[in-house]
Nanobody, 120 residues
Framework: VQLQASGGGLVQAGGSLRLSCAAS????????MGWFRQAPGKEREFVGF????????HYQDSVKGRFTISRDNAKNMLYLQMDSLKPDDTAVYYC??????????????WGQGTQVTVSS
């Protein structure tokens, strides 16, 4: 599976962004998918995941109620809707495939990352 993340940009605090992750290659619909982020000087951290059917999601506490993960298996697309953005959300965001958990090492496939910058 090849993953291509897009949709990042510069937004003011309180604003919204929607990230997309396009998948190609092997059957996308059979894989759990996750979103991770990495801020400068920090380790990559878990944002959330969605199971292969799109019925179960789980989020890091700091984004619960603000971020929503969804997927469209017919279009091989994964999404991350980010609302009420805060400056602390500034990071490079990565989509990942092949697992459903918070540990990045459990994921097999990774996108190239898209920069999200939230200004105060």
């Amino acid at each position: 599976v090849q993953l291509q993340a897009s949709g990042g940009g510069l937004v003011q605090a309180g604003g919204s962004l929607r990230l997309s992750c396009a998948a190609s290659g092997r059957a996308f619909s059979g894989y759990g998918m996750g979103w991770f982020r990495q801020a400068p000087g920090k380790e990559r951290e878990f944002v959330g995941f969605i199971d292969w059917r799109g019925r179960m999601t789980h989020y890091q506490d700091s984004v619960k109620g603000r971020f929503t993960i969804s997927r469209d298996n017919a279009k091989n697309m994964l999404y991350l809707q980010m609302d009420s953005l805060k400056p602390d959300d500034t990071a490079v965001y990565y989509c990942a495939g092949g697992s459903t958990g918070p540990r990045p090492e459990a994921y097999v496939y990774w996108g190239q990352g898209t920069q999200v910058t939230v200004s105060s």
